[in-house]
T-cell receptor, first 114, second 112 residues
Framework: DGGITQSPKYLFRKEGQNVTLSCEQN?????MYWYRQDPGQGLRLIYY???????QKGDIAEGYSVSREKKESFPLTVTSAQKNPTAFYLC?????????????FGPGTRLTVL | GDSVTQMEGPVTLSEEACLTI???????????LFWYVQYPGEGLQLLLK?????DKGSNKGFEATYRKETTSFHLEKGSVQVSDSAVYFC???????????FGKGTMLLVSP
């Protein structure tokens, strides 16, 4: 079955540590996205990538970094510079150039920084 | 810039009641409009979409009509079930844009 996988589902880290969240898709989609979800805030875009080896900052990129070395993978690193990293992180993908930009979402990773 | 405003929740209904969740948007050009649903602890799933004015999206008994004159895309269902309890997000994709703009979400709670 085609889809998006995110691992792990729950992640705990100590304050000051960097942590990398995994996102893999086998939908053959060109574009991938990372969102952060906080209660009552909706979804906020962190980074997105339309093709391999290229990515753009979203609305809240500070304290985060990404790479896009393979079409299938778009890992997100939450660095120690992120002031309040505890949140639910969602990865998504879409077909590049599609007029409606329908996005497909993974199951999410809940990060808790202790 | 683009923005989406949806009614605040939670919306609390009894089973078989009618549902309306309001969504209005601000965007230039001709955006595509979406409703996504999120069940507890899960990612978002596309519920329905509409890509041009007067289009009606429908799925699982839910409907929404793209109203350009009122810049709205209200979600409706005639008879809700307990299993519809979830958070519903309205979103838009602007003309030529590669990203989605989301509303803050509306929680729906349906009791037996």
């Amino acid at each position: 079955d085609g889809g998006i996988t995110q691992s792990p589902k729950y992640l705990f880290r100590k304050e000051g540590q960097n942590v990398t969240l995994s996102c893999e898709q086998n939908l053959n989609h060109d574009a991938m996205y990372w969102y952060r979800q906080d209660p009552g805030q909706g979804l906020r875009l962190i980074y997105y990538s339309q093709i391999v080896n290229d990515f753009q900052k979203g609305d809240i990129a500070e304290g985060y970094s990404v790479s896009r070395e393979k079409k299938e993978s778009f890992p997100l690193t939450v660095t120690s510079a992120q002031k309040n990293p505890t949140a639910f992180y969602l990865c998504a993908s879409s077909i590049r150039g599609r007029d409606d930009n329908e996005q497909f979402f993974g199951p999410g990773t809940r990060l808790t920084v202790l | 810039g683009d923005s989406v405003t949806q009614m605040e929740g939670p919306v609390t209904l009894s089973e078989e009641a009618c549902l309306t969740i309001n969504c209005t948007y601000t965007a230039t050009g001709y955006p595509s409009l979406f409703w996504y649903v999120q069940y507890p602890g899960e990612g978002l799933q596309l519920l329905l979409k509409a890509t041009k004015a007067d289009d009606k999206g429908s799925n699982k008994g839910f409907e929404a009509t793209y109203r350009k004159e009122t810049t709205s895309f209200h979600l409706e269902k005639g008879s809700v079930q307990v299993s519809d309890s979830a958070v519903y997000f309205c979103a838009l994709s602007g003309s030529g844009y590669s990203t989605l703009t989301f509303g803050k979400g509306t929680m729906l709670l349906v009791s037996p």
